[in-house]
């Protein structure tokens, strides 16, 4: 993964591709170092996937007992996980 939040596309699979692409959650373009290669990045609605994702999980779980203010400190606090995680997996530490 690069700094700025995107990934070589020769590290995912092209078929893994194609429907994130379709929902407009991420975008492919060439790079500019490499004509051959493209550069994956997450767009705006696609940082938005983990947090519709953790808001519909609470609201079917028991964590939809916590407050308002609660579910969402659980909510940052699971996206900043997960982030981590990506970040360690992809450097190989996890």
């Known amino acids: ?3 700025d939040g995107s990934a070589p596309e020769s590290t995912l ?6 429907v994130p692409v379709v929902k407009g959650l991420i975008t492919r373009e060439v ?6 290669a493209k550069i994956v990045t997450l767009t705006e609605r696609g940082r938005e996937v983990p947090q519709r994702l953790g808001t519909a999980m609470f609201t079917r779980s028991s964590v939809a007992r916590l407050g ?4 969402r400190q ?3 606090l699971l ?6 995680k990506a ?3 992809e450097a190989g530490t996890d």
Do not use: H
């Not at 308002?68 to 579910?71: D, G, T």
């Not at 996206?79 to 981590?84: F, H, I, M, P, S």
């Open 1 to 3: 993964m690069l700094d």
């Open 13 to 18: 699979s092209d078929s893994c591709l194609l």
């Open 31 to 36: 790079d500019p170092a490499n004509r051959r």
């Open 68 to 71: 308002p203010v609660e579910q």
């Open 74 to 76: 659980l909510a940052r």
């Open 79 to 84: 996206t900043e996980l997960t982030r981590a």
């Open 87 to 89: 970040v360690e997996a």
